[in-house]
């Protein structure tokens, strides 16, 4: 009777220790902004490479995450593609302490389907609003998606704000966007320079100057409730010569 009792206890105990290991055995939960996705995925499979679980990457827009993590979702590291959006995160108590820094900095440029021909130079009242013609402006939603917020405050620093703010076609996030110019949906687009380079369906027509909007960073952080073991060392690598040089050949800037 008391072997089967003991049988019990180790079954019941293995049981409730799966969760556990298969968490271990699957890597990290790394919440990340959508324009990552190429550059973050080749710094996981490299850190795989070196014989660790790799790491679960789920992509979206920063706000998006911030807010699923505010609501209670289980993830081990966020990396946003702004400031304010990581704000949310410490001003909510879902960071561990002295684990924010500023990983990575990026451009902000005008796209438009690789078959256009259209020539335009993000300047004071250029003519972006007839350029668009009938047509629709791609942006990651200028509301709440950082690289759309980004791009509102580049136009309204040249003036053209006004003149295209009912013609946006908000998306979800910054790869959204770039989308609906890769198909043709929208003559054109404002991005990430990092998102450009990774289609051949899109062309770079104008690079925004960064004194036209706020300082692009993308901030990394270890989330308060995470318990993988190898969350900390995961950060580390993104944050080493080897992990920065990843993003650089991916076209992001240091920050």
Sequence with gaps: MIRILRRLGLALMLFLLAP???????GPVV????????????AANI?????????????????????QVIAGARADLFLSADEEWMDAVAKA???????????LGNRLVLIAPASSKVRLTPARGFALAKALGTGRLALADPDAVPAGKY?????????VWAGVATKV??????????????????????VY????????????????????????????AVLKASRHKDTTGFRAFLLS???????????????
């Design 241 to 255: 010569k080897q992990g920065r040089a990843i993003f650089a050949r991916h076209g992001f800037s240091a920050p």
């Design 31 to 42: 919440l990340a902004a959508a324009s990552l996705q190429e550059s973050l995925t080749e």
């Design 20 to 26: 556990v290991v298969m968490a271990q055995e699957n």
């Design 93 to 103: 108590g879902l960071l561990r302490k002295g684990t924010r820094t500023t990983l």
């Design 169 to 190: 076609a908000p998306a979800e996030n910054v790869r959204a966007a770039m989308a609906l110019v890769e198909r043709g949906a929208a003559p054109l687009g404002i």
């Design 193 to 220: 320079a990092t998102d450009a380079r990774a289609s051949k369906s899109v062309r770079i027509v104008g690079t925004f100057p960064a004194t036209s909007h706020p300082p692009i960073r993308y901030p990394v």
């Design 151 to 159: 791009a509102k405050a580049a136009l309204t620093y040249f003036g």
């Design 47 to 67: 850190w795989a490479a070196k014989g660790h679980a790799k790491p679960v990457l789920s992509f979206a827009a920063s706000s998006a995450l911030a807010r």
